[in-house]
Structures are given as C-alpha cells and as structure tokens.
C-alpha cells in the first residue's frame, strides 16, 4: 500500500479529442436528464411538504444566523421558505431573485460558520464558472466566466474588478484582504462598467462588512488545525451614544506555527505564515436625514519559506544540471531564502444624505499598501537566480451619487467618480557566487545581476448614470451609460550587467552590496533601457436590459453590456523588445436569463446563457520567442479577437423543514479567434483562456437535527468539481503538460453542535477529505537545453481542524 505521505507524480494527461468532446457533451446532456428527473421528484415532495417552523436560509450561501445578514425571515410559525436577501448591486438596495443579473451573494453569517475567508479568494468556490487561485493567502487570480489577468504585476489590475464596502481596490495584490465580520459578499458574473466604474469587464465583487448597530453585539471565534495553525477572530459593536454614535471593532489573526512543506536542502519546514487584520467603525448620526460611517483597517501580513517546486519531463526526472527534484508535493527544495511581508492600511468614509425623494451618496476611500518580499527565483537547492522586490502603492477615490425613489415609474442613479493611483516598485534578481551562495553542487552559471524600478501613476474621472423605465407592472427596462478617461504615466529603467561582471558583498543583502558590472556589452544590449510613456484612454461603457414578469414568482430578463478594461504597459519586461504598451480590452456581452421561486419560496431556480465577443484581450506570453534559444521573455500583449460562450444553473432548495441544498453547475467554452504572438513568435489562434474549465459544479448540502434540550447539530458537506483548465495561453500541449491541471473534485465535511440559547458553537471539520494532489497554479520554466521542467505550486492537501464561536 502506498505511503499517504509520498505522493507520486500525477500521469500525464492527454488532451481530449474533439469525438471526446462530443462524449462529454452527451454525458452532460445525460446529466441534465438525470437533474430534471431529480428536480420533477424534488418538487413532487416540496409540492406536499407541511408547513413547518420559519427557516434562515439565505439566498446564494446557506443558513443565515437569526437574519442578522440583512435579509427577511418568513414570519414565525409560518411554511419555511428561503430567505429574501438584499443587494445593492444596482447601487441601490433590491431583491437578489428581482436583480435582472447573475449575482451570487454569501452571507457573512455562514462565511463565520464555515470557516470560509482566510484568503479572499476562497468566496469563488462558490460562483459557477469562476476561480481564484492563490498561495498562502497572498493575492488571489480572479477569473470569471474565463475573464481575468494573467500577468501579476502590481501595477496591472484584474478585469474583475474587487471592492471593500463600495471602495474599488486597484491594486490586486491588496485584494487578498482576509475576510472576517461581514454583512454578506456580492459577486457579480459579466460586465460591469456603467455604475461599478473601473475595469469590471469580468465582473465585480463588493465585501460588504458588518455595519455598527445600537444594540451590543459581537462574537469570539477560536480555531485550530493542521500544521499548527491557530486563528483567532472577533467583534464587537454597539451604541457609544444612543441614537448619535455606534462603534464596531472587529480583528483576525491566523498563525501558522510550521509549514505544511519539507524543505530538503535545509531540513526546515517551510511556508508558514502570519496574518492579522483589524477593523474599526464609527456610524454618525448627524440628524433623522443625514448619517456617515467612518472604516479604517489595517493589515500585517508575513510568510516564510518556499511554497514553490519544480518537476521535470525528463524520464529519468532530471531538471537541469543534475538535480532531481521530488515528486511529493509536499516536498520543496530551495537554497535561497524566501519571505514576503505586507503591510496595508486604509479608510473609508460613507455618507447618506435623505433629501426626501432623493438620496445622496458620498463614498471616499484611501489605501496604502506595501510589500517587501525575498525570493528563491529558480525554485530549486541550485544558486541560478534569487530575488528581491519592495513595493508600495497608495489610492484615493471619490464617488458622488445621486438616485431618486425606486419606486418611481421611472427611477434613476447618476454620480462622478475620481481615482488616483501612485505605484513605487524596485526589484532585482541575482545569481551569487558559489563561495557565498550556499548552494546544490552543480550550480555553475556565471555570476549575474539585474535590476528594474518604476513609479507608475493613474487618474481617471467617470461620470455615469443609470435609468430603470416600468412600461407596465410587468415590462420594465433599465439603461445605463458611463464616460471615462484615463491617463497613465510611467517613469521606468531596467538594468542587466554582463555576466560574471559584478561582485557582492554578502548573500544577506546582495541588493544592497552589488558592484561594478559591465552593463554596455553586447550580450546585454536588448536588456539595458529605460521607458517613459504617457498615455490618455477614453472610453464609453453602456448597458441595456429589459426584463419582463412572467408571474410574481418569474422574471426573465436580456442584458446587453459593453465593458472596458483601462489599457497598460508591461513592466514586467526583462527585454527592450517586449517593452510595450497594451491598448484596452473591450467586451460586448449578450446574455439571457431567468430567476424564479417556487412552491411557497422552498426552491429558487436560476439560469442563464450568454455570449462574449471580446477584442483587445490583454494577455500574458512567457517563452523564448525573441530568436535566443536560451531565453526566456515574457509579453504582455493585446490578441485581437477571441469570443466566450457559457450557461450557469443555480438551484436552492428546502425539501424538508431541516435540509438545505445549494447546487450549480457553469458551462464555459472559450477561444481565442485571432491570435499572433508578437515578434514573430506563432499563431495561437484556436488556444483557449486561461483557467476556464469547460465545467465546474458544486454541491452543498446541510442537515439541521434538533435537540431536545434545545440545542441543534448541524451535517454540513460540500463537493466541487472542475473539469481541465490550462495556466497558461500558451503552451497548451501535451509536451507541457505541467502547465495544465486535469478535471478534479474537493470534497469539505463538517459538524457543529450549537449549545441551547444558541450563543455557544462547536464544530469540526476538514477540507480536501480525498486528499487530492492538484496542481493550484504553474510558471513556465522550460528553456530548451537547459530547463527540462516546469515550476508547480501544489494546492493544500487535507486540512482537518475544530473551533469554538461564542456569540453574544
């Protein structure tokens, strides 16, 4: 029997043939037979269910907590329904089953009791057709409906675009913000431009936080689980003045006392971590019509050790210069030190001013972040290259809306939004001598240095509006339209020093101690140049649905929307030729969808189709495509042409008074149409997007047993599949099967006793029961001659853990 804790390489998948295509495609069919017959059976028994206690289900998540997410409870002892949630979505509140677009909404309740927000990105495990991977909670790759960034710099934002508390958070590094004292989270699927503003081409994610009451309130959460790793987590609010002035103080901290990683070179556990975040809240109240809250948050976050491996396609396993790496995925093998720290801080400040049948918004918000991070740049124990970087970006923003009455037969929201952006960046890579290295015998490339620093600024200015005609009670249509310009300016220089020309004066702080280096030679001619661009992008971005009530509890609806991605420049760039700057992705999107209840609100059914047709995309090439075998370049790059098309299937559903099921299921398939790699480097058109699985699907189910003596024990489990993606634009082959990951399924298990009175919860849990080996992302490495392999980061392996939440 094989040890559980060496793992094997995963085999070499084979891409599907176009007769397996058809295959999958009839097996889904196949699927949906078997869904409806289920779904007949499923309401033949809602249909007959008795009336039973009032339920606390919300909408898109799960079971709420005494409706303290800002939803409505069925009334006490009537039929158990599902729960109606309210969203802002539309920048204004509204019914999620009455908003004419795709929006899953997690409530901040059930987020707390499933253990769900150490990392941001974790809250798109349930968004059908989306993903955000990431490691060690640092900053999350958001993908929607196949729409994302390939390209990780700081200074290029996602095309989904992310907000704290209506705040648009530009740079995507700080959107890794752990999440913990919520309201609910927002995720809106297609785009997004007209009243969410900046770069939403794939959508929008709004993190709403619990807002400060005038009653006492709060909780205190202890965790522990695998690799030592402790969470602690709190809250509490209420009045400081009655009817003047309530406060909120919520905090995180997560510390992981060892790594889950072995590292073989040192015998050290690597990959720990340390997160702490705290946010505080003021809520004024100035008089009956005018009231503001005020949020300042802070973040201290720092992890240690290498997270990352290398594996080879050679049959003897070799990567390059004799070294072997392991094929345990918990294994890494590094001789440089690894360290990333992160400090960020901000502040919001809301303000709602009621001007009878109007409203006035003011919404300012601040960031500052900055990191510091050291790194084992070749992921290996040889000494080829290592790097440093230090960061920082600061934000401002300001948006002024106002909407008049909802209830108006015609209603609208109009405003302006001002941002500005400031972006320091200086990193360097090295390759050390052997005599203060510390290195894997075999390390013996010539001694190397290079050095790249930007300042990078943005200002943009939207002024937008939204309106919503009612025809009649049951045809209505809304239209909104939003102008925006952009100026971007940056001010970058890139050093390389020949090889074996520089010195250092120690491996501590070889950044610090570089010297000499020829940096004319001709070897390093492409590598040595400075870029001082200035660009202004103006822009339109608009939208069109009407929507039609089939019944009270039916609503279809047809969204046209024309979205922007703002335009960029590669600072990335290690050559002069991939020096260049991308013109701005733009998104036409079509979709048609329905959302409707039924029998008595026990079951809510979604669905829709759409069709993207996208020019401009802004993607990501690494490879050796400049006419130098032996070099790697990495491009960012506009295709001109690729479409999406894709359907999701949302269900939520109470069968009995005590079981709660949540299903989905996304459809995706995307293409690029018209795709040449610049500098001559092929055509990859027919390639398909970055991590746009041609499936994805979850189910949740949550089992409630009551007590006699009050108390309740809730069986709760989740299983979420994802069929094959790819990492990478390109390569997509076969031979680089390492930058692609195969169809994989995660299953969660918990259960949780509340005590009677229900302040006191116990649980226990685990996550990836299967103990599924799976590749969380990839970085091209291979250079022919040289690198026979790829770099892997390895997702988590099984977790189990317990806490204790007590609430009052």
Do not use: C
């Not at 010297?515 to 822009?539: E, H, L």
Request: proline content about 4%.
């Amino acid at each position: 029997m094989r040890s559980s804790n060496v793992v094997p390489f995963p085999p070499r998948p084979a891409r599907p043939s176009r007769p397996t295509l058809r295959l999958l495609l009839r097996e889904m069919h196949a699927a949906f037979a078997v869904a409806m017959g289920g779904g007949a059976l499923l309401a033949a028994g809602l249909a007959n269910a008795s009336d039973v206690p009032a339920a606390v289900v919300a909408d898109g998540a799960a079971r709420a907590a005494d409706g303290t997410d800002g939803t409505e409870a069925s009334g006490a002892g009537a039929a158990a329904s599902l729960q109606t949630v309210t969203v802002t979505a539309q920048k204004r509140e509204g019914k999620l089953q009455e908003v004419p677009s795709a929006i899953t909404v997690l409530s901040g309740a059930q987020l707390l009791d499933n253990g769900v927000g150490r990392s941001a990105s974790e809250i798109l495990n349930y968004v059908p057709n989306a993903s955000a991977g990431t490691q060690q909670h640092g900053r999350p790759r958001w993908w929607i409906r196949g729409v994302g960034a390939g390209q990780q710099q700081i200074d290029f934002p996602n095309p989904v675009g992310f907000y704290l508390d209506d705040v648009y958070i530009s740079n995507a590094s700080a959107t890794g913000f752990p999440l913990f004292d919520l309201d609910r989270v927002e995720v809106l699927r297609g785009p997004q431009g007209t009243l969410w503003g900046k770069n939403t081409t794939g959508g929008a994610i709004n993190v709403i936080s619990r807002k400060p009451s005038d009653y006492l309130d709060g909780y205190l959460k202890a965790d522990y689980s695998s690799h030592e790793t402790r969470l602690l987590e709190g809250a509490i609010g209420g009045a400081l003045k009655e009817d003047v002035l309530n406060g909120r103080l919520s905090f995180h901290s997560e510390d992981q006392g060892e790594g889950p990683f072995n590292n073989l070179y040192t015998g050290k556990k690597d990959g720990a971590l340390r997160d702490n975040a705290v946010r505080g809240q003021l809520q004024a109240r100035f008089s009956r019509d005018l009231s503001a809250n005020l949020n300042l948050h802070y973040r201290d976050y720092k992890s240690t050790g290498a997270i990352t491996t290398t594996a080879s396609y050679a049959a003897n396993g070799v990567y390059r210069n004799g070294y072997v790496p392991s094929n345990d995925s918990e294994d890494v093998s590094t001789n440089a030190p690894t360290l990333s720290v992160i400090k960020q801080g901000g502040a919001n400040l809301n303000i709602q001013y009621d001007l009878g049948r109007y409203t006035l918004s003011s919404i300012t918000g601040y960031e500052d972040f900055k990191t510091d991070t050291l790194g084992d740049s070749d992921n290996t124990p040889l000494e080829i290259s290592r790097g440093w970087s230090k960061a920082k970006s600061h934000q401002f923003s300001q948006e002024l809306r106002l909407a008049s009455a909802k209830d108006e037969k015609v209603s609208w929201v109009g405003g302006l939004h001002y941002f500005n952006e400031k972006i320091d960046s200086d990193a360097a890579t090295a390759r050390l001598p052997n005599d203060i290295a510390g290195a894997l015998a075999g390390s013996t490339q010539p001694v190397g240095y290079n050095a790249t620093s930007f300042e990078h600024k943005t200002r943009s200015f939207a002024l937008f509006g939204s309106s919503t005609v009612n025809f009649t009670d049951r045809l209505l249509a809304t239209a909104g339209l939003r102008w925006t310009t952009e100026t971007k300016d940056l001010d970058l220089r890139r050093i390389q020093a020949a090889s074996g020309t520089v010195t250092f004066g120690g491996a501590a702080d070889w950044w610090n101690t570089v010297k000499g280096g020829n940096y004319t030679a001709a070897s390093v001619a492409n590598n040595n140049f400075s870029s001082n661009p200035s660009t202004t992008w103006r822009a339109w971005t608009y939208d069109f649905t009407p929507e039609y009530k089939f019944t009270e509890q039916a609503r279809g609806y047809f969204k046209y929307a024309h979205g922007i991605k703002s335009g960029g420049y590669n600072t990335g760039a290690s050559d002069v030729r991939a020096l260049n700057t991308v013109a701005p992705e733009k998104l036409d999107s079509f979709e048609l969808g329905l959302k409707s209840e039924w029998f008595d609100r026990r079951l809510n059914f979604n669905a829709n189709v759409f069709h993207y047709n996208y020019k401009n995309v802004q993607v990501n090439i690494t490879g050796v495509y400049n006419g130098d075998p032996t070099q790697s370049v990495a491009y960012l790059q506009n295709v001109a042409k690729a479409h999406v098309n894709g359907a999701e299937f949302e269900v939520e559903a109470l069968p009995i008074d005590q079981l709660h099921l949540n299903a989905n299921i996304g459809i995706l398939r995307t293409e690029f149409d018209d795709f040449a790699i610049q500098n001559g480097g092929g055509n990859r058109s027919g390639n398909e997007f970055v991590r746009s699985p041609h499936l994805t699907a979850l189910f949740a189910a949550d089992y409630r047993i009551p007590l006699a003596n009050g108390g309740k024990i809730v069986l709760a489990g989740d299983v979420r599949y994802t069929a094959r993606q790819f990492y990478y634009v390109d390569p997509q082959s076969d031979a680089r099967w390492l930058l692609n990951q195969p169809g994989y399924s995660l299953l969660t298990a918990r259960i949780s006793y509340t005590a009677p009175g229900g302040n006191h919860l116990f649980s226990l849990y685990g996550n990836n029961l299967g103990d599924k080996v799976y590749k969380n992302h990839t970085l091209t490495t291979f250079v022919p001659g040289t690198a026979n392999g790829d770099t892997v980061y390895w997702g988590q392996r099984r977790t189990v853990g317990g806490s204790y939440t007590y609430y009052f």
